[in-house]
């Protein structure tokens, strides 16, 4: 099956600063979305990315089918963006989302 | 706006007990989803359901679970006799053909 990595597994920063995370996967999709899983558990839909660039305030992605790859960056930082950030594939269109490990953030006052 | 709903959002349970977690999905998706979570690993696919069958399931999904959707509005996860390696953050999504919606998960634990 198709395998998707994320990186780096863990971020550190400190309120005020931006960050990049990636998502690498092995093949091609239909569908790319990224979460962001709070401290509550629930998965918050960010971004419905198969292709192009999505802004979303302080937020947006950017995905290169042909390279598969996206790329979500976070500017100016705030406490509440701590969580997990998951990226998610679907191979075909209705098919199961293979989800990445996850980029645990953590955001410091 | 419309939402994903999953009760409930927390249940312990005995080993060998039967659960059922319930979900109503996006009114007018088609398609509908249960993952789970084990606590601290990424987010797994169980089974997809589609068109009142199942469409895809995973190797997780064996005999003890089952899915239902008894009436137009809700989706049920049933796990027949629980084991303790079934604790888990159990999430069912929903999508209309392309980006999919997850409900806010039920936390099982089994004891």
């Known amino acids: 099956g198709i395998q998707v990595e994320q990186s780096p597994p863990d971020l550190i920063l400190q309120e005020g600063a931006n960050s990049t995370l990636r998502c690498n996967f092995s093949d091609s999709v239909n569908n790319l979305q990224w979460f962001h899983q709070n401290p509550w558990g629930q998965l918050i839909n960010l971004f419905y990315?198969?292709?192009g660039t999505k802004q979303n305030g302080r937020l947006s992605a950017t995905t290169v089918a042909t390279e598969r790859y996206s790329l979500l960056y976070i500017s100016s930082s705030q406490t509440t963006d701590s969580g997990v950030y998951f990226c998610a594939v679907e191979e075909t269109s209705g098919s199961r989302l293979t989800f990445g490990e996850g980029t645990q953030l953590t955001v410091n006052p | 706006e419309p939402e994903v709903t999953q009760t409930p959002s927390h249940q312990v349970t005995q080993m060998g007990q039967e659960v059922i977690l319930r979900c109503v999905p996006i009114?007018?998706?088609?398609?509908f989803y249960w993952y789970r979570q084990i606590l601290g690993q990424k987010v797994e696919f169980l089974v997809s359901f589609y068109n009142n069958e199942i469409s895809e399931k995973s190797e997780i999904f064996d005999d003890q679970f089952s899915v239902e959707r008894p009436d137009g509005s809700n989706f049920t996860l049933k796990i027949r006799s629980t084991k303790l390696e079934d604790s888990a953050m159990y999430f069912c999504?929903?999508?209309?053909?392309?980006?999919?919606?997850f409900g806010q998960g039920t936390r099982l634990t089994v004891v």
């Open positions: 999504a929903s999508s209309e053909v392309t980006e999919a919606f």
């Open positions: 009114s007018n998706h088609l398609y």
């Open positions: 990315i198969p292709s």
